[in-house]
């Protein structure tokens, strides 16, 4: 297949009016290379058709003589100009069309990322709100667990001390419950020094005096700490090997008790 040999002179004729070169090929092929205003009129019969900007292709090559000279009255310029700018017309038109098709995809996209967004807004919402839901339930459990340790401590402990069960009716007090879960969270090698120091802190609150060493339950809070006596109970000393920083901070935690729990000492009734 060939582009078809058409009359050149015509051709570009055609091309100084306007006429792209495949277009005014194509006239001037189909209209038989007869004359400048045959092709004019070929294109003004199918200026819709879809392929008329495209280059014709033949077979086989068509010699064709060049007819006689042909002159370009003003109507034939007249109605190659109003081709021209139909044709530009309908270009522009088409060009709008594409545009706002463009724009209905672009604003499409932004609702779809917009309605992505508050999809994804509200799982995280959901999701919060599950996990402080579960961990509400599992604080309040531990709470319940609390007061039931608390309870069944009191029981033990006044069955220990030969004392009648309590009033069903009484429920450990908030700060009960703070001392209780402070004891409960030391290490279970101190409970019994823990024990030992409790009891030592409430003689001392007992007493209300103003040195420790004074004071009935003192010293003996202070060996449990690690101090010992010196030769003639003069003074005491915690020597290097008996620090021991779990006692200590056992020690500490007790004391702090004592001294900020107006209710310290209570659980032991």
Same mark, same amino acid.
């Given at each position: 297949m060939a582009v078809p040999q058409v009359n050149k002179k015509l051709l570009d004729e055609l091309e100084a009016m306007g006429?792209? /070169?495949? /277009?005014?090929?194509? !006239?001037?092929?189909? $209209?038989?290379?007869?004359?400048?205003? =045959? =092709? &004019?009129?070929?294109? #003004? *019969?199918?200026?819709?058709?879809?392929? #008329?900007?495209?280059?014709?292709?033949? !077979?086989? *090559? &068509?010699?064709? *003589? $060049?007819?006689?000279p042909f002159d370009i009255t003003e109507q034939m310029k007249i109605k190659a100009q109003e081709l021209r700018n139909k044709s530009h017309k309908k270009k522009e038109e088409e060009e709008k069309k594409l545009e706002r098709q463009r724009e209905k995809e672009r604003i499409r996209a932004s609702k779809d990322l917009t309605e =992505?967004?508050? #999809?994804?807004?509200?799982? +995280?919402?959901? /999701?919060?709100? =599950?996990?402080?839901?579960?961990?509400? %339930?599992? +604080? %309040?459990? !531990? /709470?319940? %667990? &609390?007061?039931?340790?608390?309870?069944?401590?009191?029981?033990?402990?006044?069955?220990?001390l030969g004392l009648p069960p309590e009033s069903p009716s009484v429920k450990p007090s908030t700060h009960l419950l703070q001392e209780k879960t402070l004891q409960t969270s030391l290490p279970l090698k101190s409970v019994t020094n823990a024990e030992q120091m409790r009891e030592c802190l409430r003689s001392l609150k007992r007493n209300h005096q103003d040195r420790v060493g004074n004071l009935r339950g003192g010293m003996e809070f202070l060996e449990l700490c690690g101090f010992e006596r010196t030769e003639g109970d003069e003074f005491l000393y915690l020597p290097d090997d008996k620090v021991d920083m779990e006692i200590l901070n056992t020690a500490g935690s007790e004391l702090k008790s004592a001294m900020t729990n107006p209710f310290f000492g209570l659980l032991s009734v």
């Open positions: 006429f792209p /070169r495949p /277009r005014a090929t194509r !006239a001037l092929h189909f $209209s038989g290379n007869s004359s400048l205003e =045959a =092709a &004019i009129e070929w294109v #003004i *019969d199918h200026e819709n058709d879809s392929d #008329i900007d495209q280059m014709p292709l033949v !077979a086989v *090559d &068509i010699d064709l *003589d $060049s007819p006689q =992505a967004k508050r #999809i994804l807004e509200s799982n +995280e919402k959901q /999701r919060y709100l =599950a996990l402080k839901k579960k961990e509400e %339930k599992e +604080e %309040k459990r !531990a /709470r319940e %667990k &609390i007061l039931k340790k608390l309870e069944h401590d009191k029981v033990e402990r006044r069955s220990r």
